[in-house]
């Protein structure tokens, strides 16, 4: 089955602590996206990379870094820097770099305590 | 920086009513995309809108590009359970998305 992946659905951090997300596609998409997603509010974009070794911050990229090795894989690391990292956090992917149809992972539940 | 705004925040629809969800920018759009989220989900492409007036059909669906590509509206007729879920717009902004809050749709039966 093509589509992105995400893990854990759940994780659970003590405040201090640095923590990687994963996020896996294979549909062969250039451009990958991560999101952060608080009750009530819309998408907020955090990086993306529309190609490999490449990436940009987006809207809210403090306290969280990312790497592009490889063109299927795009994991997000929440630093302690992160003031209020508690939230559900979204990868996506499209095509090319320009943003067409995006396709979502399940997401990932952080929680900070 | 573009700014998409979302109107209203919560719909609350009884079974088998119309209802419109609007979508604002501050600026023109390229395109408009619209997404659904269902609870505990994650957002769903529904579909992109991109010439001025577009207006295009999924079923119960019709989604309405505005003249001046500002603006979007999202109206569902005969409302169902299935429906129940946020509804996101997102416009195009260089290489970017930038999402509206959405608006969350709860269905009275």
């Known amino acids: 089955d093509g589509g992105i992946t995400q893990s854990p659905k759940y994780l659970f951090r003590k405040e201090g602590q640095n923590v990687t997300l994963s996020c896996e596609q294979n549909?062969?998409?250039?451009?990958m996206y991560w999101y952060r997603q608080d009750p009530g509010q819309g998408l907020r974009l955090i990086y993306y990379?529309?190609?490999?070794?490449?990436?940009q911050k987006g809207d809210i990229a403090e306290g969280y870094s990312v790497s592009r090795e490889k063109k299927e894989s795009f994991p997000l690391t929440v630093t302690s820097a992160q003031k209020n990292p508690t939230a559900f956090y979204l990868c996506?992917?499209?095509?090319?770099?320009?943003?067409?149809?995006?396709?979502f992972g399940p997401g990932t539940r952080l929680t900070v305590t | 920086g573009q700014q998409v705004m979302q109107i209203p925040q919560y719909q609350h629809v009884q079974e088998g009513e119309d209802f419109t969800t609007y979508c604002n920018s501050s600026?023109?759009?390229?395109?408009i995309q619209w997404y659904k989220q269902r609870p505990g989900g994650h957002p769903v492409f529904l579909i992109q809108l991109v010439k001025s007036g577009e207006v295009k059909k999924q079923k119960r669906l019709t989604f309405q590009f505005g003249e001046a590509k500002k603006n979007s509206s999202l109206h569902i007729t005969a409302t169902q359970t299935t429906d129940v879920g946020t509804y996101f717009c997102?416009?195009?902004?260089?290489?970017?998305?930038?999402f509206g809050a959405g608006t969350t749709v709860t269905v009275r039966a």
């Open positions: 990379s529309q190609i490999v070794n490449d990436f």
């Open positions: 600026t023109t759009l390229s395109n």
């Open positions: 549909l062969n998409h250039d451009a």
């Open positions: 997102a416009g195009r902004n260089d290489y970017k998305l930038s």
């Open positions: 996506a992917s499209s095509i090319s770099g320009g943003p067409g149809e995006q396709y």
